[in-house]
């Protein structure tokens, strides 16, 4: 088993190159199964959920290459509507074959996802939105089998729930349909913005995308074509709260700032100097004090889950109490015990955790229990005293992109090793 051995080594200095997000180059890749011509995808993290994505996307019928950060596909006729639950059960993401699956083809069959560490997490809005499209739904053996008699049908849909990867499935799957489909409370996330960009330069009609209503006008067929993914804002975050802690100065660079300003927000407020251009985001935290900050997280464009854990972090060793509150997913504290067998003091009240602040951490072995939990523990040990050993890295994996050699390009010490 792999595991990230981190050793506190001051503060974080220098550039870090932003990689595409994996919450945008995932949807983007299952909307590519929509289209019956190649199809050019630039800025495609490496990560292990684009590696499932690319297996799901195979075995589906896609003819897939890759040079460097660039993705070809073309699927030209789908040769299987079955997603696995082998692959399935490593990215609840594959979800979003189910939709454009469906839509192409008339029939999918996708392995229920199933809850995972940071909470139960449901698909009952995805498959509600379909059949109100006119599928048919059946759900038996661990397995959604979806089928529609001819193409999908125009709907208005009102989502219970603000659902990103949910809007996202209903967007792709309404592309082919017969009519117009119009999403209420759709999530407005800018992952959603970047997927509907992307249908559109496909040969798609998305309007409305980054609002709470979307509209899609059903196509007969979507073309191809190329498109470059969006930065990733939570990659982004991730590396700016490092470089707080740390108290460092640290430039992301080929991000985007107007995709943070929630995050910015808060870093400011807990007194973090932040200068930014059109592509570039710098903190400095150099002789300047942390103060722990309260935080809520909600849909966009209100503070992300994705950037909870982090801030967890930061507030356990930033000056004063503050609290986190997450609204999202039901147990989303994971962290928060190893954080504490770091030294933190920290307070789990439902789902709030209070943080009582200026804790100086101590190096110790910790279990990563979900991606940005995992994150939360590398950056915990970035500033502990001694070494810290954060084991189940893979969660790591899926979505940060060559994390250990950006974490070394700033100055830290970070080692992974087998074990
Ligand atoms: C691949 C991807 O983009 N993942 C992101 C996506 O996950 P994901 O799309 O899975 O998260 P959702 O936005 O769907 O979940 C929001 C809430 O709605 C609930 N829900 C969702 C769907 C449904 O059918 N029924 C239901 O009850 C979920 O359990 C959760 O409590 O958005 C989350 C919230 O910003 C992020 O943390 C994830 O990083
Ligand atoms: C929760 C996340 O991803 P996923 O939805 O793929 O589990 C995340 O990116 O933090």
């Known amino acids: 088993m792999q595991k990230l051995v981190v050793t506190g080594n001051g503060p974080l200095m220098g550039d870090v190159k932003i990689s595409g997000a994996k919450n945008a180059a995932l949807p983007i890749l299952f909307g590519s199964i929509l289209c019956t011509d190649p199809v050019i995808i630039r800025n495609v993290p490496d990560l292990n959920d684009i590696a499932t994505t690319v297996k799901l996307l195979t075995g589906f019928g896609s003819t897939i290459t890759r040079d460097a950060d660039t993705m070809s596909l073309s699927m030209p006729q789908i040769a299987s509507h079955v997603a696995p639950y082998e692959l399935v059960k490593t990215m609840r993401a594959s979800i979003l074959a189910l939709g454009p699956i469906l839509a192409r083809q008339g029939q999918a069959r996708v392995s229920l996802p199933g809850g995972c560490a940071i909470g139960a997490r449901p698909v009952n809005l995805h498959l509600h939105g379909l059949q109100l499209m006119g599928a048919d739904i059946e759900v038996a053996e661990g397995y959604i089998h979806a089928t529609v008699d ?98 460092g100065k640290v430039r992301c660079t080929h991000t985007d700032p107007r995709l943070l300003d929630s995050v910015l927000a808060k870093l400011r407020e807990a007194g973090s100097h932040i200068e930014f251009g059109d592509d570039w985001i710098e903190i400095d935290q150099r002789d300047r004090q942390l103060t722990a900050v309260d935080i809520t997280t909600a849909p966009y464009p209100a503070f992300p889950t994705d950037m909870q854990a982090q801030f967890t972090v930061l507030n356990a060793v930033a000056l004063g109490t503050a609290m986190i509150t997450e609204n999202i997913f039901e147990n989303r504290f994971m962290h928060v015990p190893e954080l504490q067998r770091m030294g933190a003091s920290i307070e789990l009240k439902g789902h709030t ?67």
Do not use: W
């Open 353 to 419: 955790a209070i943080s009582k602040g200026s804790a100086a951490l101590s190096g110790a072995e910790v279990m990563a229990t979900d991606l940005r939990a995992s994150a939360c523990l590398v950056i915990a040990g970035l500033i502990a005293q001694g070494q810290t050993k954060v084991d189940r890295i893979y969660h790591l994996d899926r979505g940060y992109e060559h994390i250990e050699d950006k974490l070394k390009g700033v100055g830290a010490i970070v080692e992974r090793i087998n074990e």
């Open 150 to 247: 001819g193409r999908l049908k125009g709907a208005t849909i009102q989502m219970d729930m603000v659902s990103v990867t949910g809007t996202e499935n209903l967007m792709m799957a309404a592309t082919l349909a017969e009519g117009v489909t119009v999403i209420e409370n759709a999530a407005r996330e800018p992952e959603v913005v970047d997927l509907a960009m992307f249908l559109n330069e496909m040969g798609a009609s998305v309007s409305g995308a980054g609002t709470d209503r979307i509209v899609i006008e059903g196509v007969e067929s979507l073309s191809g074509g190329e498109y470059a993914v969006q930065p990733d804002r939570i990659e982004t975050g991730t590396f700016l709260v490092a470089a707080a802690v740390s108290g």
